[in-house]
């Protein structure tokens, strides 16, 4: 019982069949979570194991931000940095995003004219960082005045429109992708520029029967496919086709709501933008959940958010990353509390739900006996209650310690 300890909490949100439990406790052993219930219980029956006393702290799951463009994009996007100082960069971003609460990504990989790394390259980059990382290989869309194509397979070499159906470099992708990210573009994409950049932004790139195949191929190698797409035309092809996971659904309608409630199709809500469209709003969310649609809310970093939506507090356009996650997803939180949501349910739009969607909702997302113990200590349950990283005092990856603020 060497690595064996316990936590008490004030208050613990488990997300799982216990709910919330107040004065609550962890036995955490070997990385693992090895109880969850009530502390007096706890104390009783563990006399000898360490103590840590979170008394006055709510203690939740660790956060996961399941649409992020870190290591392939952000790098160059923020710093001014070489091929030989873009892993720097990278893991510089990544514990950044670790110190807002994160411990789990889901990274896309979608080819970048200026960056040559493979999907390899990047996976033994962050071996040992202490983050869960699961990586989606895409192909990407720009809209630029000249549309601009490129894969994660092909890299910095740009491709044409028509490669991006091609049945070889699709099943690549469906190989190597590890969860249903972006994997392709139906409309192109604003990606992280201003729109008077990407005026093509929106258009769409593939046909159904493109689509159609595309799917096919992915679901022959065992593995759920997830699109980038806005906008009512483009939300109906992505729902004919059989698409898993629809990343932003800006601008989804009513009745494409219903659909793809039918047929069990997840969201990926991305509130602070991340399309040519309006992104999610609060009352989005709310008729997402509604609906029993299973929502996760990402951040889709580094963008510039979306300008002139009041739910948003960000009056310019710099670029925002993982540290705005509670604070994008805050309005739509709120909303749901105010619609009779349990904050068990909600908090899972930033936890259970998300890990689902990298399929690793067996590991971490919700405390519970068996799991990573991956959790946060905070003054408050983050996104609803808290939005400043502050709040987060410590962060606790695989039973280790990784964030501490005192
Ligand atoms: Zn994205």
């Known amino acids: 019982m060497k ?9 613990i ?6 709910g919330t439990i107040y004065d609550g406790g962890m036995m955490i052993s070997d990385g693992k979570i090895a109880e969850v219930g009530d502390w007096l219980t706890l104390k009783k029956r563990f006399p000898t194991l360490q103590r840590h006393d979170y008394s006055d702290y709510v203690i939740t799951p660790s956060l996961v931000d399941c649409h992020t463009h870190l290591l392939e994009f952000a790098p160059s996007s923020l710093y001014p940095i070489t091929a030989s100082t ?5 893991k510089s971003i990544l514990l950044h995003a670790l110190m807002s609460g994160i411990t789990a990504l889901g990274e ?9 790394f493979a999907m390899d390259d ?7 960082f202490p983050l869960d990382i699961s990586f989606a290989a895409t192909s990407i869309s720009i809209g630029f005045d000249r549309l601009a194509h490129f894969t994660s397979i092909t890299k910095s070499k740009s491709v044409h429109q028509s490669d991006l159906s091609d049945p070889l470099l699709v ?10 990210g972006e994997n392709l573009f139906i409309n192109a994409t604003p990606a992280n520029f201003t729109p008077d950049e990407v005026p093509r932004a929106g258009e769409i790139i593939y046909s159904l029967n493109e689509l159609k195949q595309i799917v096919r191929i992915f679901h022959e190698h065992d593995k759920k496919i997830g699109v980038h797409v806005a ?3 483009g939300i109906e092809m992505a729902l004919e086709a059989g698409i898993d996971v629809l990343h932003h659904a800006h601008g989804i309608s009513k009745k494409q709501i219903e659909k793809a409630a039918l047929h069990g199709v997840k969201i ?7 399309t040519h469209l309006e992104p999610n709003s609060p009352k989005n969310i709310v008729e997402l959940l509604n609906n029993n649609i299973d929502v996760s809310i990402a951040t889709d970093s580094y963008l510039p958010p979306y300008q002139n939506v009041e739910w948003l507090p960000f009056d310019d356009q710099k670029l925002r990353g993982p540290d705005t996650l509670m604070l994008i997803a805050n309005p739509g939180m709120k909303q749901l509390k105010e619609n009779g949501y349990d904050e068990n349910q909600i908090l899972a739009l930033l936890t259970a739900n998300p890990a689902e969607i990298l399929g690793k909702a067996d590991r971490f997302g919700r405390l519970k006996k068996g799991m990573d113990a991956n959790f946060l200590v905070a003054k408050g349950i983050p996104g609803l209650e808290i939005v400043d990283i502050e709040d987060i005092r410590k962060v606790y990856f695989r039973g280790e310690k990784v964030v501490d603020r005192g």
Request: charged share 20%; with cysteine; hydrophobic share 35%.
């Open 122 to 128: 990047y996976r033994s980059f962050i071996k040992d």
């Open 3 to 11: 690595d064996s300890y316990l936590i008490h909490a004030g208050k």
């Open 268 to 274: 990926v809500a991305t509130p602070l933008g991340g």
């Open 231 to 233: 906008g009512v035309e």
């Open 108 to 116: 896309q990989i979608c080819g970048h004219p200026n960056s040559d």
């Open 86 to 90: 873009h892993v720097l960069a990278g």
């Open 13 to 18: 949100v488990t997300i799982s069949d216990l």
């Open 171 to 180: 099943k690549i992708m469906a190989e190597q992708t590890d969860y249903p």
